[in-house]
Every structure is written in structure tokens, then in C-alpha cells.
């Protein structure tokens, strides 16, 4: 299973991905703006990571509520890891970083 940290990194380059498409623009100021322009919990591969505890849990009302929360465990301080290096320039030094600019 993977970490928060990993978590984020993911979501970074997906973000910076849409933003070289032209899907999500440079001047997205947090995360919570993202979701103007895209679904952005599913960033990092989310989904499919609720699917792979899903599948380890109990096939239960419990088990799934228990998949759920675990997501969230992992899924929120990636999120607002996330949010934090949009809000610090993140998208414009990830951009320098790639010549995008």
C-alpha cells in the first residue's frame, strides 16, 4: 500500500499533466478550486485504490465503511499536501521545471 507522500507526488504529476493538456488551468489557486475543472478526488489513482481495499475487506456494510475510511486516512493529507504546494507555486515551479511556462 502506498503512503500519503506517495499519494501526493502522484496527484502532483497528474495535475501538472492536465495542466499541459489545458484541462485544469496554471492559475488554479488550491485544491479545492481543481474541482472547477475536474473531479479532483480521483487524482492519484484514488478510485482504484478503493477498489484494492475494498477487495481486502470484509464483504460487509462494515468492511466497506472500514475500506472508506482507510481511503480517507491515506486520501486526506495527501489532499491537503496537495493543496498546500498549489497554494505555495507548486503548478508554476512544476511548470518551470518541465519548460512549460
Known amino acids: 500500500m502506498m503512503t500519503s507522500s506517495e499519494l501526493a507526488e ?8 492536465d495542466v499541459e493538456k489545458g484541462i485544469v488551468p496554471a492559475s ?47 486520501a486526506n493529507p495527501a489532499m491537503n499536501a496537495v493543496d498546500a504546494w498549489i497554494r505555495s507555486g507548486g503548478i508554476a515551479a512544476g511548470q518551470a521545471a518541465k519548460g512549460m511556462q
Not at 502522484?10 to 499533466?17: F, G, N, T, V, W
Not at 480521483?42 to 462494515?62: F, K, Q
Open 28 to 74: 488554479v489557486s488550491s485544491f479545492s478550486e481543481l474541482h472547477e475543472y475536474v473531479d479532483a478526488n480521483l487524482y492519484g489513482g484514488t478510485e482504484a485504490l478503493l477498489e484494492e481495499l475494498d477487495s481486502e475487506a470484509p464483504d460487509t456494510d462494515e468492511g466497506h465503511s472500514g475500506a472508506l475510511a482507510a481511503l480517507c486516512d491515506l
Open 10 to 17: 502522484r496527484m502532483k504529476a497528474e495535475i501538472l499533466a
